[in-house]
């Protein structure tokens, strides 16, 4: 198990820079973000130049990368390429896990059933495993949804936010019997009041979470997912360093 942070931590810099800040805060290991509509790279660049994608993914200021992200309309018309473009970029770049979102609330189960027996279909291809991010107002949501889904799609597995459980429409939900099916977490501190706090504010119980996965043999990333505040007070690269310090305390 080992610390991550990810590039949308620096959301509103270029993929370099936002690099460049995870490495001089001491973390060694990076989730990389694909968004069409962000700062950095894009799933429609990895389509149109693999290579090059390959390339700027490697290129990382010694940051290992240990996960993407694909933040995309599941409903989109580029979506299952785009997909496959990224997988095939794991596989280049020796990365085991994209993570997904999973369908908005409202959406058909079995329509999703099959949407994601697709893609672990197409991941399995390039050796990747398909990770579906739990979270507030998507099908995964509710985390016994979530379970569902697992059980129903052979070898999908989830990344864990356990932030939507701790705010928002599922404050106090139980999702210990989630713990099995994660291969990836995404982590801030959060309490029922707000979605990101300072560190040490919330009801985030890391040590828990840590503990519960180990006795699942979890061997990945804890990856730091903290965006920049708009309060002025608030330093926002001081909190990257103390929950890193934190969780390498607690591992």
Excluded: W
Excluded at 9 to 33: G, H, M, N, T, W
Excluded at 50 to 63: P, Y
Excluded at 213 to 218: A, G, H, V
């Amino acid at each position: 198990m080992f610390v991550a942070a990810s590039t949308d931590c620096f959301a509103q810099l270029p993929f370099d820079a936002a690099l460049k800040k995870i490495f001089d805060l001491e973390y060694s290991r990076v989730e990389i973000v694909l968004r069409e509509n962000g700062n950095q790279l894009k799933p429609s660049q990895v389509v149109a130049d693999l290579e090059s994608a390959v390339v700027a993914c490697r290129d990382t200021h010694r940051l290992t990368p240990v996960a993407y992200f694909f933040d995309a309309d599941p409903e989109g018309p580029d979506f299952y390429k785009q997909f496959t473009a990224i997988c095939k970029l794991a596989k280049a770049t020796k990365v085991v896990v994209v993570t997904v979102r999973a369908g908005e609330l409202g959406t058909p189960f079995n329509a999703e059933i099959e949407r994601l027996r697709d893609l672990v279909k197409i991941a399995t291809i390039e050796g990747v495993l398909v990770g579906l991010k739990t979270e507030a107002d998507r099908m995964t949501q509710d985390p016994d949804t979530a379970k569902v889904l697992c059980d129903n799609v052979k070898g999908l597995c989830l990344t864990l936010d356990p932030s939507h459980y701790h705010h928002g429409p599922m404050y106090g939900a139980k999702y210990d019997h989630l713990f099995p099916y994660v291969c990836h977490t995404q982590l801030r501190d959060s309490n029922k009041k707000q979605f990101q706090v300072k560190v040490g504010q919330g009801e985030i119980e890391y040590g828990r979470i840590i503990s519960h996965l180990q006795k699942f043999k979890y061997q990945r990333a804890f990856c730091v997912n903290i965006a920049d505040m708009e309060d002025p007070e608030i330093d926002h690269l001081g909190e990257m360093r103390k929950m890193r310090l934190l969780l390498d305390s607690l591992l």
